[in-house]
């Protein structure tokens, strides 16, 4: 069964950084999309950024310039670089995914369980 392992998490000052990591665990035959959203506390969960098995990219107005996505698929890892980090990044990161596990299984979309990343002022 796949899993979407993330890490990278964590407590950082305003204007920081940090970086996520997110992989499937398990066999994964081919993965198209994959992007990073984000819950802050009492609000829906919104789009972060997202990119495409060809590299195109697409980011939420909040963090445009500031966050970049990336993608390594010989190791199946996507990459949230989060830079000049604000008090309103405060939330909940999910990892996604969609993924074929064979050639002969649908394309289904897969959520990590989410890392936490907070931001002080």
């Known amino acids: 069964q796949v899993q979407l392992v993330e890490s990278g998490g964590g407590l950082v000052q305003a204007g920081g950084s940090l970086r996520l990591s997110c992989a499937p665990s398990?066999?994964?035959?081919?993965?198209?999309?994959m992007g990073w959203y984000r819950q802050p506390p009492g609000k829906q969960r919104e789009l972060v950024a997202s990119?495409?098995?060809?590299?195109?990219?697409n980011y939420a107005d909040s963090v445009q310039g500031r966050f970049t996505i990336s993608r390594d698929n010989a190791k199946n890892t996507v990459y949230l670089e989060m830079n000049s980090l604000k008090p309103e990044d405060t939330a909940l990161y999910y990892c996604?995914?969609?993924?074929?596990?064979?050639?002969?299984?649908?394309?289904?979309?897969?959520w990590g369980q989410g890392t936490q990343v907070t931001v002080s002022s």
């Open positions: 996604n995914a969609v993924i074929r596990v064979y050639s002969y299984s649908p394309s289904i979309n897969y």
């Open positions: 398990g066999n994964s035959f081919r993965i198209s999309t």
């Open positions: 990119i495409d098995s060809g590299g195109g990219t």
